[in-house]
Structures are given as structure tokens and as C-alpha cells.
T-cell receptor
Framework: GAVVSQHPSRVICKSGTSVKIECRSL??????MFWYRQFPKQSLMLMAT?????????EQGVEKDKFLINHASLTLSTLTVTSAHPEDSSFYICSARDVHRGHTDEQYFGPGTRLTVT | GENVEQHPSTLSVQEGDSAVIKCTYSDSASNYFPWYKQELGKRPQLIIDIRSNVGEKKDQRIAVTLNKTAKHFSLHITETQPEDSAVYFCAASINNRGAAGNKLTFGGGTRVLVKP
């Protein structure tokens, strides 16, 4: 199947600083990518839909000024957590569909980024 | 928007027994229903999926059934093995062919423990 990578895999930052997480589709072009957040022992919650060349669409309750999304190319979306606080500590996962691969419905997930804010 | 509920939240079975996880969804327009297995600290892995034009799908020890009228779908794992222990998530989405912006709504997850 298609491959999605994320970088970094884990990051520790101090409260008040910003952290950037990258999501890349390695062998396909992704006009749309999705960003999820997963707290310990909880489900994946969609934060936003990242659209190449246009603004991201945020889910209700997600602050767009705090979670900045940039989808500057067909293979890269970035999520920047600005002014991070301990409550932002979570597992952040991105995903994308390869709509050109035989009409598959499957979404391909990145390996996730563990963010810890101290 | 779509709401997906999943039961049970935890499931303990003896090795060799079957495990069943059930999900309900709210949006009758949803047409794609994947199931994921997630191990601690890892990405969700697709184990089986079904589209709304199919009532049942099977892949070796794993099967999924869909009842569109009742808006519920279930995962069945037969002959469970210790390596089946993980968290399982159901999800639903409205998938349009060729369109990439079809977001998944996840159920709350089921922690499955297979005891040897």
C-alpha cells in the first residue's frame, strides 16, 4: 500500500514554545490530508482537513490559530502547535487517501508523533 | 455530523474463542466502514473494510457484517490468538470515488485481551 511518514516521531518541548510536525506522502500525491489527535486510552479525534493550496478545514472546537496547518505541496502537510501547553501533550497522527490507486477507499496513516509539553 | 458508537469498551476472551465488537452510526449517507487494529504507540492498521453495497466480508479469521437499515456493523474474530490482543476501532465515512476529502469518524475503541 501507499506510505505516509511523519517527522519527528517524538518531541519534547517547553510550555509556551511552538512545535512543527511534518506529514509526507512518500509514493503518492495527496491533495487532502487529515490530522488526528489521540489522548491516552482514547480514540482518534479528527482535528482538521488539510487541503493543498487552500485553507485547512477545522473541526468544531479546534482552534485554528493554535494549530496552524500548511499544505504547500502535494506530498507535504505540516501541523504547527503554537504556544504549546501541557494539555496539548498527545499523539498526533496524519492520514491521506491515494485516490489514484485503483479507487481504493483506504486511508493511509502516518506512524504518529508523540508530543510532550513540559 | 456523523456519530459512531462502539461496544464493548473492553473484551477479554480465552484463546481460541471468538470475539465480537459492535458499532452503530448515525448518518445514513455513510458508505465506507473500516476496522483498525492499533497497538500501543503505533499507527492504526486497517484489518478489514466494507462498503455499503455489501452485507458481509470475510478475510481468514476476520469478518465484518453490515446492516444498513439498522445502521450498525460488527467485527467478528474467530479462533482468537494472543497476538490479536490490541485496541480495535471502527470508523465510518462518506466516500466519493476519486475524491480525497472523505473524513473518517471513529468509534471509541475496544481493548481486546486474548488470554492464553
Amino acid at each position: 500500500g501507499a506510505v505516509v511518514s511523519q517527522h519527528p516521531s517524538r518531541v519534547i518541548c517547553k510550555s509556551g514554545t511552538s512545535v512543527k510536525i511534518e506529514c509526507r506522502s512518500l509514493d503518492f500525491q495527496a491533495t487532502t490530508m487529515f490530522w488526528y489527535r489521540q489522548f491516552p486510552k482514547q480514540s482518534l479525534m479528527l482535528m482538521a482537513t488539510s487541503n493543498e493550496g487552500s485553507k485547512a478545514t477545522y473541526e468544531q472546537g479546534v482552534e485554528k490559530d493554535k494549530f496552524l496547518i500548511n499544505h504547500a505541496s502535494l506530498t507535504l502537510s505540516t501541523l504547527t502547535v503554537t504556544s504549546a501547553h501541557p494539555e496539548d501533550s498527545s499523539f498526533y497522527i496524519c492520514s491521506a487517501r491515494d485516490v489514484h490507486r485503483g479507487h481504493t477507499d483506504e486511508q493511509y496513516f502516518g506512524p504518529g508523533t508523540r508530543l510532550t509539553v513540559t | 455530523g456523523e456519530n459512531v458508537e462502539q461496544h464493548p469498551s473492553t473484551l477479554s476472551v480465552q484463546e481460541g474463542d471468538s470475539a465480537v465488537i459492535k458499532c452503530t452510526y448515525s448518518d445514513s449517507a455513510s458508505n465506507y466502514f473500516p476496522w483498525y487494529k492499533q497497538e500501543l504507540g503505533k499507527r492504526p492498521q486497517l484489518i478489514i473494510d466494507i462498503r455499503s453495497n455489501v452485507g458481509e466480508k470475510k478475510d481468514q479469521r476476520i469478518a465484518v457484517t453490515l446492516n444498513k437499515t439498522a445502521k450498525h456493523f460488527s467485527l467478528h474474530i474467530t479462533e482468537t490468538q494472543p497476538e490479536d490482543s490490541a485496541v480495535y476501532f471502527c470508523a465510518a465515512s462518506i466516500n466519493n470515488r476519486g475524491a480525497a476529502g472523505n473524513k473518517l469518524t471513529f468509534g471509541g475503541g475496544t481493548r481486546v485481551l486474548v488470554k492464553p
